[in-house]
């Protein structure tokens, strides 16, 4: 980014910081809007914290995002806090004021939550939910629950006496806007089942579960899950867990919080710089965002049909000791026929829908594998979203005369069965090209037609690029 004297700062404080999400939402959201603003990471001791805070303001910061462990000690520092903020008890993000000399705090935290679970079509009116963990997310989830008019809030603590706690201050807060009787209901975790209704909403909002710790859950009782409706884990690494894997096993629909972690960040750039981050945008954050958080080892080579993509893809998996997957053959086998077979029997949009799903099973279950996929595949705009979450898409790129030349005997190839095959190759990759171009995160030019020369490329990029390529 080119900065000039105009240029805006923004930024988190926190300790420790090192390994915050926030500079790749922030700093993409003002390169694709074109906006003047930098996002930087400050690592702030508890006893500059105060110092922090006024010299930031002075400094003519834009905003701060505020983190582990000063969401509740920033308070005292701020000039004016926002009411939904205050009765959460934390805030994280600071603004500057329009009509004090200081900041304003917020708490996006739950405003993120509260925007992804609508998102996903999930509403807690009238229904029970059932808040693990008593924590700082706890509070925010509480919270977002009663602005949702649930009937009922369960929080189940490891350590009663910080459930009770959070309880009391909610049931005081809301009984003087509501008059609604204790509301949230305060309950020592191990105690799960004195719970009496029998379907629920649950926030997994406790540290259990968190990477590495992959296995642990704070309940395994397959009785509660049975009763879970929704569940959503406000922990977004591994992407599955343990929590989730139990809400699915027993027909629950499952939920991490990695869009609470992107929406709290795109409201609060929205805060700062008075704009609204359009859906284009947020989408492709959100796919960013994934790759970097469960990075992937697995290479997906597209590219039109004769293009190399199954030849080279063969040789470099056995380089590598990686499987090989051809997509194409992968559905027909699952399918039991052929791809033109599938076309002519069952349907274009059925063939389609099926091409989905096998992307997303791919996605979920392979790990250090090399794709060759169909020419066609990341024409769909879904299709090539999912290609980028399986792994690292290489576009082998080649004329239509070097692929003319190479298929044009072919009979195999049902497309090119007409009068001009070379005009019909020259026809389709006008169309193509530019799908291919905008998927790939690495393309390799294969007019050469030297499979060693391709092959070297992919592991040069791999190595810096791809998880256990060294
Ligand atoms: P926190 O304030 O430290 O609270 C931790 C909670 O976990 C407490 O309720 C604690 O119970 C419970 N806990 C810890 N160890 C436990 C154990 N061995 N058995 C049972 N319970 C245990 O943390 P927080 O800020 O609320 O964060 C909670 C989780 O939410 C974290 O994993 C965090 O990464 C996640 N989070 C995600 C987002 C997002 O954007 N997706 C945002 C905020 C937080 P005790 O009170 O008994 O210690």
């Known amino acids: 980014m080119n900065i000039n004297g105009t240029t805006k700062t923004m930024g988190l404080i926190g300790n420790p910081v090192e390994h915050t999400l926030s500079p790749l939402i922030h700093n993409t959201i003002s390169k694709k809007m074109n906006i003047p603003a930098q996002y930087m990471p400050f690592r702030v001791e508890d006893s500059g914290l105060e110092k922090a805070i006024y ?17 509740e000690k920033v308070m005292q520092y701020l000039v004016e806090i926002d009411d939904d903020a205050k009765r959460i008890g934390a805030v994280n993000t600071l603004v500057r004021s329009e009509t004090k000399h200081g900041f304003k705090g917020y708490n996006t935290d ?33 919270y977002m629950a009663y602005l949702e008019e649930a009937k009922k809030i369960y929080v189940l603590n490891r350590t009663y006496e910080k459930a009770k706690n959070l309880a009391k201050d909610m ?3 809301f009984n003087k806007k509501s008059g609604k009787d204790f509301l949230v ?7 799960y089942n004195e719970i009496r209704e029998d379907k629920f909403i649950v926030f997994q909002a406790t540290s259990i579960g968190l990477y590495p710790n992959n296995d642990q859950v704070v309940i395994e009782d397959h009785d509660f899950y049975q009763k879970i409706e929704y569940g959503i884990d406000l922990i977004y690494n591994p992407s599955n867990t343990r929590f989730m894997q139990l809400v699915t096993d027993n027909h629950g629909k499952a939920y991490n919080a990695l869009k609470m972690l992107l929406y709290q960040g795109v409201i609060a750039y929205e805060l700062w710089n008075k704009v609204e981050v359009p859906k284009e945008i947020i989408e492709d954050l959100y796919l960013d965002l994934k790759r970097k958080v469960y990075p992937k080892d697995n290479i997906v080579l ?3 049909m004769g293009s190399g993509k199954s030849a080279i893809g063969k040789e470099l998996a056995k380089r590598r000791k990686m499987n090989f997957i051809d997509t194409d053959t992968f559905i027909e086998e699952k399918e039991g026929m052929t791809i033109s077979d599938i076309f002519s029997t069952k349907g274009e949009e059925y063939f389609r829908a099926l091409e989905l799903k096998t992307l997303e099973y791919l996605r979920d ?20 979203s999912l290609l980028k979450e399986i792994g690292f898409v ?11 030349e190479r298929i044009k005997y072919c009979k195999n190839r049902p497309l090119l069965q007409c009068e001009d095959p070379y005009n019909k190759i020259c026809e389709l990759m006008k ?35 791809i998880k256990g390529f060294q």
């Open 55 to 71: 010299g930031s303001y002075e400094l003519n910061i834009l905003g701060l995002n505020v983190t582990v462990p000063y969401k």
């Open 394 to 404: 290489i576009y082998l790129e080649a004329s239509s005369h070097v692929i003319y």
């Open 302 to 304: 597209i590219g039109f």
């Open 110 to 142: 739950m405003l993120g939550l509260q925007r992804q679970i609508h998102e996903e079509g999930i509403h807690l009116k009238d229904k029970i939910v059932v808040v693990l963990g008593a924590g700082g997310a706890a509070k925010a989830v509480t």
């Open 171 to 173: 049931n005081q807060t």
């Open 431 to 465: 169309v193509r090209k530019e799908k291919y171009r905008n998927t790939a995160d690495y393309i390799i030019n294969t007019n050469s037609n030297n499979k060693n020369a391709t092959i070297e490329a992919i592991e040069t990029y791999g190595k810096e690029h």
């Open 185 to 191: 209901v305060p309950m020592l975790l191990s105690n």
């Open 365 to 384: 279950h392979v790990s250090n594998t090399v794709f060759a996929t169909g020419g066609g595949m990341p024409l769909q705009s879904k299709n090539a």
